[in-house]
């Protein structure tokens, strides 16, 4: 109807309508803008410089040159060096000597770091651009330090250089399932059975895990019964727990069910996976074994899960030299690739504690050479910490959010 309309109102006029291209009409353009009520106007910025720097330094050069003061500028005799310019300032290879004494080194930091002409470039840079100009000794390293502690910078730049602190390990259990880790596997593809989420439990000691399929809307008393049912009445209470903060683990439910139990409860850092590695591990592994059962033997993935528990638990573990079974129970469980008859070895009595403590000492030897092993290897891209306990400290967690141990993709997808 409005074409129309406007069809009707050109009919009564005598011309002739020619496209233009939207590429050439410019006019069209300005004509079509939102009239400024103020004009644009250009501010500039004005340079404010200290015209009485170079008296300050020819001042503090005197005072710094005195006998009481020259040990201070750790010349070590190149003062000897310092030929004064036209303007009667010393410099050293005609660069100014900043002295030490009255504080200009910091005047010319400020300057060259925090002006609005500069907006905190890196330590290289405010030295590629001083050292031409001054020089007093350890100027480099000075820069650096300058740098290193401006609380701009450490707010607002990316972080590039090694994290701060070497790799620190929790203790090597005594014995078995005495301290565990746990975590969820959540956001599954739903089941028949409703089962979405998957609790891995873990021993730290033989390593040997329970693969339990739960329902995401499972609450914290359910979990407790299913903890009673699957770990604790197979295995007793364990002395400590490993977990991340996910809020089933921080609700009073489960700290007081673990307290009445006399469990200690040690929870990760936030956005610090790498805190309960052996899970985290584990779970990549368990995904991995889920994925192939179901593309190889179809249907869901919590038919398979049984027995991939123990398919995991029967296979070799580097860290401990054997298979989480044998750690377990003292040899592998029988399966169709592997069997022995019952008769072929039997111990009783003092030879079977005898030989279950030599296995917890030969595991827990294994277990200490792969974490020397490990922390090895971590330590070689870590520094170590340069603060102490009670000192202030920025805590940056924008280099750990982006840490995510699935991408946008189902987990079970290939």
Known sequence: MRQRRWVELLNDYDCE??????????????????????????????????????????????????????????????EKQLIPNEE?????????????????RKVIFDEAHKSRYSIHPGADKIY??????????????????YVSKCLTCAKVKAEYQKPSGLLQQPEIP?????????????????????HNTIWVIVDRLTKSAYFLPIR?????????????????????????????????????????????????LNLSTAFHPQTDGQSERMIQTLEDMLRACVMDLGGSWDKHLPL????????????????????LYGR???????????????????DVVQETTDKIAQIRDRIKAARDRQKCYADRRRKPLEFEVGDMVLLKVSPWKGVARFGKRGKLNT
Not at 19 to 28: C, D, L, R, S, T
Not at 50 to 76: C, F, G, H, P, V
Not at 88 to 104: H, N, Q
Not at 177 to 184: A, G, H
């Open 174 to 194: 005594k014995w078995k399932w005495e301290q565990i880790s746990m975590d969820f596997i959540t956001k599954l593809p739903r089941t028949p059975r409703g």
């Open 332 to 350: 592998k469980c029988r399966s169709p690739l592997c069997w022995s008859d019952a008769g072929d070895r039997q111990l009783v009595g003092p």
């Open 216 to 264: 995401g809307k499972d609450n914290t008393s359910k979990l407790a019964e299913i903890y009673m049912r699957e770990i604790v009445t197979r295995h007793g209470v364990p002395l400590s727990i490993i977990s991340d903060r996910d809020g089933r683990f921080l609700s009073r439910i489960w700290q007081s069910f673990q307290e009445a139990f006399g469990s200690q």
């Open 17 to 78: 309508i020619k496209y233009h291209p939207g590429k050439a009409n410019v006019v069209a353009d300005a004509l079509s803008r939102k009239e400024r009520i103020k004009p644009i106007r250009v501010r500039a910025l004005e340079m404010i410089i200290q015209t009485d720097l170079s008296l300050r330094i020819r001042a503090a050069q005197k005072e710094a040159l005195k006998e009481r003061n020259i040990e201070e500028e750790y010349l070590r005799g190149m």
């Open 128 to 145: 590629q651009d001083l050292k031409d100009y001054y020089w007093w000794p350890r100027m480099k390293g000075d820069v650096a330090v």
């Open 308 to 327: 991939v528990e123990f398919s995991y638990n029967n296979s070799y573990h580097t860290s401990i030299g054997a298979a989480p079974f044998e750690a």
């Open 88 to 104: 009667e300032t010393l410099c050293f290879e005609k660069r100014i000597w900043v002295p030490l004494f009255g504080g200009l």
